[in-house]
């Protein structure tokens, strides 16, 4: 398995949203809705996957596979993962400089 998301050479530490999603993964029942916002994906499946890979906690499917495989491989890595990772804080809310300067996107 990969280390995951790394900046500069760094890793990257694990956001509560990510783990939202490994941990939706690791106890989703077949046939269970997509959560959001991949529900809103045209490919949810796949959305999920690329991001399980990005975050290290699979290794991408190989081309082919059928998705019930897919759907075992991906529960029994996000398990894994989430024994190695808890849970993280939600981050505190902040304002940004530019946003106290009322600065907006394309102002």
Same mark, same amino acid.
């Given at each position: *398995? #990969?280390? /995951?998301?790394?900046?500069? /050479?760094?890793?990257?530490?694990? %956001? ?15 046939? +269970?809705?997509? $959560?959001?916002?991949? #529900?809103?994906?045209?490919? $949810?499946?796949?959305?999920?996957? %690329? ?6 906690? *699979?290794?991408? $499917? ?6 019930? @495989?897919?759907?075992?491989?991906? @529960?029994? +890595? ?7 990772? $808890? %849970? ?5 809310? @902040? ?6 300067? /009322? %600065?907006?996107?394309?102002?």
């Amino acid at each position: *398995m #990969s280390p /995951g998301l790394s900046f500069g /050479g760094y890793p990257d530490r694990v %956001r509560l949203s990510d783990w939202l999603l490994v941990d939706w993964v690791a106890t989703a029942k077949r046939g +269970a809705p997509f $959560p959001e916002p991949w #529900s809103y994906a045209h490919s $949810p499946l796949q959305s999920m996957i %690329r991001q399980l890979v990005e975050l290290g906690v *699979m290794q991408p $499917p190989a081309p082919g596979t059928d998705v019930a @495989t897919i759907a075992r491989d991906a @529960t029994a +890595a996000a398990q894994v993962w989430l024994e190695q990772h $808890p %849970r993280p804080e939600p981050e505190p809310a @902040t304002t940004s400089r530019a946003a106290e300067r /009322g %600065r907006s996107w394309g102002i």
